[in-house]
């Protein structure tokens, strides 16, 4: 089975940065996902990550350890429009595909 | 615009009624999926087709019947639902069912079960 862990809500102010932390146990991986939500919306891709380490896109990064079950997303120079849920889902090689809870970002001016 | 669409946008149902969710992917894509979103819950996998062919049922109550006529259209058919069945119900396609596939959510269906 899976087990897919990330904090629900946090708060963090315009123009700062913040780290959204997912940890998981799952049977079979190759990598991992990361998709943003705002409120009534689709969730829409950020990154995937298959190697351990940093991969940078903009404003936005996403780590992963593969021995630790871990990974993050960094958002820098936060903006009103962040405001969203963060979902992390990993990747059971395209089978058997969970989400993991989202964490439900606030930006706040 | 994410190149899947879905229709209704919004449903509201009695327990005794029969409806059906539709979902267009215009990507060429293989693979397609439905998703059932409650409040404060994780996004949860219903079905999965690849290639037209059902591949994964996550013990989806037998009141949400699927149906894949092609690879680009993908339906779920409602009939006695139950109040808790209310959810935003969102269609996702992918190129095929791999590794490191990414995928394109439709807006979703907003269902609310009277």
């Known amino acids: 089975g899976q087990n897919i862990d990330q904090p629900t809500e946090m708060t963090a102010t315009e123009g700062a940065i913040v780290q959204i932390n997912c940890t998981y146990q799952?049977?079979?991986?190759?990598?991992l996902f990361w998709y943003q939500q705002h409120a009534g919306e689709a969730p829409t891709f950020l990154s995937y990550?298959?190697?351990?380490g940093l991969e940078e896109k903009g404003r936005f990064s996403s780590f992963l350890s593969r021995s630790k079950g871990y990974s993050y997303l960094l958002l820098k120079e936060l903006q009103m429009k962040d405001s969203a849920s963060y979902l992390c889902?990993?990747?059971?090689?395209?089978?058997?595909?969970?989400f993991g809870p989202g964490t439900r970002l606030s930006v706040l001016p | 615009e994410t190149g899947v669409t879905q229709t209704p946008r919004h449903l509201v149902m009695g327990m005794t009624n029969k409806k059906s969710l539709k979902c267009e992917q215009h990507?060429?894509?293989?693979?397609m999926y439905w998703y059932k979103q409650s409040a404060k819950k994780p996004l949860e996998l219903m079905f999965v087709?690849?290639?037209?062919?059902?591949?994964e049922n996550n013990s989806v109550p037998s009141r949400f019947s699927p149906e894949c006529p092609n690879s680009s259209h993908l339906f779920l058919h409602l009939h006695t639902l139950q109040p808790e069945d209310s959810a935003l119900y969102l269609c996702?396609?992918?190129?095929?069912?791999?590794?490191?596939?990414?995928?394109?959510f439709g807006p979703g269906t907003r269902l609310t079960v009277t």
């Open positions: 889902a990993p990747d059971n090689y395209g089978q058997n595909f969970v």
């Open positions: 087709y690849s290639l037209e062919e059902r591949v």
């Open positions: 990550n298959v190697l351990d």
């Open positions: 990507l060429g894509h293989n693979a």
């Open positions: 799952t049977s079979g991986f190759n990598g």
């Open positions: 996702a396609s992918s190129q095929d069912r791999a590794p490191g596939e990414e995928q394109y």
